[in-house]
């Protein structure tokens, strides 16, 4: 599957931005899928997954209630829906599809990625 990840830009602290994921190939419905990040000199840190079938999110701490993750299988779109953002969220976004039977936040365990969208948020 390959992945194509836009919507990022710069914007203001307390603004929004909503993040997509184009799937191409194989139906991005075989797939778990997921967004991180990563800024400057950090590692890459998990930000949000979806299971394949929808039916489950997962978020890490920092964007929980501020950040939505959600599919749309007729599109093989993922979106990232980030409300209230912080200049702690500054980062290159990327979107990532792993095909493991359990869903992950471990970056090594996703086998496809998509090409990076840079977010930058000033305070």
């Known amino acids: 599957v390959q992945l194509q990840a836009s919507g990022g830009g710069l914007v203001q602290a307390g603004d929004s931005l909503r993040l997509s994921c184009a799937a191409s190939?194989?139906?991005?419905?075989?797939?778990?899928m997921a967004w991180f990040r990563q800024a400057p000199g950090k590692e890459r840190e998990f930000v949000a997954a979806?299971?394949?079938?929808?039916?489950?999110?997962y978020y890490a701490d920092s964007v929980k209630g501020r950040f939505t993750i959600s599919g749309d299988n007729a599109k093989n779109t993922v979106y990232l829906q980030m409300n209230s953002l912080k200049p702690e969220d500054t980062a290159v976004y990327y979107c990532a599809a792993s095909g493991r039977v359990v869903i992950t936040t471990t970056p090594k365990l996703y086998s496809y990625w998509g090409q990076g969208t840079q977010v930058t948020v000033s305070s």
């Open positions: 979806i299971s394949r079938s929808g039916g489950g999110t």
């Open positions: 190939g194989r139906t991005f419905s075989s797939y778990h």
